[in-house]
């Protein structure tokens, strides 16, 4: 019974960390889904410069009169002699918000600010502002997901070897049944005459 009872709390621990998980999961996506890409945006236009900071990542939007086809994005850093371009076009219609088509993303490696060219007005978005108002919540909720899962099989695993004990213990309780001896047969004298005794045999 000790090991079934453990079995039924791992269980539950279980069950409990899959609904946070996908409590944690339902907040995260909602949160994201209410992001107002303008208010957020640190950039918004054709031409100019974008802030950045040293190792951030961030994500270009194009007001969705345009496709992501529609539109040349050209965000890059001169430096010296050379002209570095930090923008990646990545047309994922998923990433789609309000008012806005994806059309792409960069990253930075300094502190700064990077120049912005473009054919269409285009927007820019901080990638942190995802993590701070949804994504955090979504990723922790893997976690959970995580530990909840290995729970269940432990818990049934657990459940199901108790179960095979309970049962093999009452097939086998360990009950002997010993048959009772019959009594000894009665000895009977062979040649000898019944009703007489061995001495009558010898007087006569």
């Known amino acids: 019974m000790g090991a079934e009872r453990t079995g039924y709390y791992i269980l539950g621990f279980s069950v409990f960390s899959?609904?946070?998980?996908?409590?944690?999961?339902?907040?995260?996506?909602?949160?994201?889904?209410?992001?107002?890409?303008?208010?957020?945006a640190i950039f918004t236009g054709r031409n100019g410069n974008v802030p950045v900071v040293e190792y951030g990542t961030y994500s270009v939007f194009v007001v969705s009169d345009y496709s992501c086809d529609d539109v040349e994005v050209s965000i890059y850093l001169e430096e010296g002699e050379g002209v570095w371009e930090y923008f990646f076009r990545d047309c994922d219609k998923y990433l789609n918000e309000k008012g806005w088509n994806y059309?792409?993303?960069?990253?930075?490696?300094?502190?700064?600010?990077?120049?912005?060219?473009?054919?269409?007005q285009i927007l820019i978005i901080d990638d942190m502002v995802y993590f701070n108002e949804g994504?955090?919540?979504?990723?922790?909720?893997?976690?959970?997901?995580?530990?909840?899962?290995?729970?269940?099989?432990?818990?049934?695993t657990v459940?199901?070897?108790?179960?095979?004990?309970?049962?093999?213990?009452?097939?086998?309780?360990g009950?002997?049944?010993?048959?009772?001896?019959?009594?000894?047969?009665?000895?009977?004298?062979?040649?000898?005459?019944?009703?007489s005794e061995w001495w009558d045999k010898e007087d006569s």
């Open 18 to 40: 899959i609904v946070i998980a996908a409590a944690l999961l339902r907040v995260g996506s909602f949160q994201i889904d209410e992001i107002d890409v303008e208010e957020e």
């Open 103 to 120: 059309v792409g993303y960069f990253s930075s490696d300094f502190e700064g600010s990077l120049n912005v060219e473009a054919n269409r």
């Open 135 to 156: 994504a955090g919540a979504m990723l922790l909720s893997f976690p959970f997901c995580c530990l909840g899962v290995i729970g269940l099989i432990i818990a049934v």
């Open 159 to 173: 459940l199901i070897t108790a179960k095979g004990k309970v049962q093999g213990t009452i097939a086998n309780p």
């Open 175 to 195: 009950i002997v049944f010993i048959e009772p001896t019959p009594p000894p047969e009665e000895k009977v004298q062979v040649g000898a005459e019944g009703g």
